[in-house]
């Protein structure tokens, strides 16, 4: 099952993005969705996750600057992401998490640099 990740490309420090995530029908019973990124010689480390009644979790770093959403009717999140900044860059990754299982999807560059 592949998730399809978009939206990502190459932005100036202080702009803005919104990555997109689509998980396909045939999963069912979605609980949290989020966002992961990797940098070049780092550990993936979690961005943000919500749940399915709205709670969300943010790495420190991108607090007040990006905001995750969900539509669960089309099993879709979202990252905005505002006021981006170099070390942003990273591999951006979706994932999905049912009661047994977890979905990722194949990524997506995210290139903060002037």
């Known amino acids: 099952v592949q998730l399809q990740a978009s939206g990502g490309g190459l932005v100036q420090p202080g702009g803005s993005l919104r990555l997109s995530c689509a998980a396909p029908g045939s999963i069912f019973s979605i609980n949290a969705m989020g966002w992961y990124r990797q940098a070049p010689g780092k550990q993936r480390e979690l961005v943000a996750s919500i749940t399915r009644d709205g709670s969300s979790i943010y790495l420190d770093s991108v607090k007040g600057r990006f905001t995750i959403s969900r539509n669960n009717a089309k099993n879709t999140v979202y990252l905005q992401m505002n006021s981006l900044k170099p070390e942003d860059t990273a591999v951006y990754y979706c994932?999905?998490?049912?009661?047994?299982?977890?979905?990722w999807g194949r990524g997506t560059q995210v290139t903060v640099s002037s």
């Open positions: 994932n999905v998490a049912t009661i047994t299982s977890h979905y």
